[in-house]
């Protein structure tokens, strides 16, 4: 598309198949090192018959990993405990 003097291009303006610009294609960033995904893959692939992929250590990564924080979150919630001084309902100490 040849632009004429003062042309101002609009966002609905088409774009040429030509004008794709130079953007370099990369493999998209992984969140886990390969160790890790590795590492995931042989202690958990003698619970699994069938052999486990990337995309299923990756998916035992992000369980694992949401489950303790879940296990954090509660561990540092104070506890349902009776005032000092009184005792519980059950009689129990």
């Not at 692939?45 to 489950?67: C, G, H």
């Amino acid at each position: 598309m040849k632009l004429r003097r003062g042309y101002k291009p609009h966002w609905r303006d088409p774009i040429g198949v030509e004008n794709v610009g130079d953007v370099v294609r990369r493999e998209p960033a992984t969140r886990y090192s390969r160790e890790l995904v590795e590492e995931t893959k042989t202690v958990w692939q003698p619970y699994y018959e069938k052999a486990l992929t990337d995309e299923d250590a990756r998916e035992i990564i992000e369980n694992m990993v949401s489950f303790l924080a879940i296990l954090a979150d509660h561990r540092g919630r104070p506890a349902d405990k009776a005032k000092p001084g009184k005792k519980p309902a059950d009689g129990r100490h």
